[in-house]
């Protein structure tokens, strides 16, 4: 990580109307780990966007941890699709943490979203994956 990529590894922003979503952002183990709380709808998903889009390109894969995500509309399964066909055109993996049963994780279910990145229960096992390459594109 270099000077010039530290204030995005530190974002902690609060996204939305009065704190409807915060985002924080992090390497770990040479994959950048976006993390998302709170609710995200078309009210924010542009913000979020940025955020994530802001982000340097030079991990080996991104995760996206939707586990303190309590809820996401259609506006949020687009923008996590397209970021996943992104990726895939860049050849890089990309893996979404969500929590069986939880709302968010149902509407990923209902969407096919595994047909674009892998989906796990926990960030641990998300790390594992990409460095272990078995969710490369």
Do not use: C, K, W
């Not at 709808?41 to 941890?65: K, M, T």
């Not at 149902?106 to 229960?121: G, I, S």
């Amino acid at each position: 990580m270099t000077d010039e990529d530290a204030p995005l590894r530190q974002a902690a922003d609060t996204i939305g109307p009065p704190e409807l979503a915060a985002i924080r952002v992090r390497e770990q183990d040479g994959i950048l780990v976006i993390v998302i709380s709170g609710e995200i709808d078309i009210s924010n998903v542009e913000r979020l966007a940025d955020v994530i889009h802001a982000q340097p390109n030079a991990e080996d894969g991104l995760v996206v941890d939707l586990s303190e995500v309590s809820y996401l509309d259609s506006s949020a399964v687009s923008l996590l699709h397209d970021l996943a066909h992104r990726l895939r055109q860049r050849t890089q993996p990309m893996v979404v943490v969500s929590t069986s049963g939880s709302v968010p994780r149902r509407v990923l279910e209902l969407t096919a979203f595994e047909t674009n990145a892998p989906l796990t229960e926990d960030l641990e096992a998300a790390v594992r994956l990409l460095a272990g390459g078995s969710a490369r594109p």
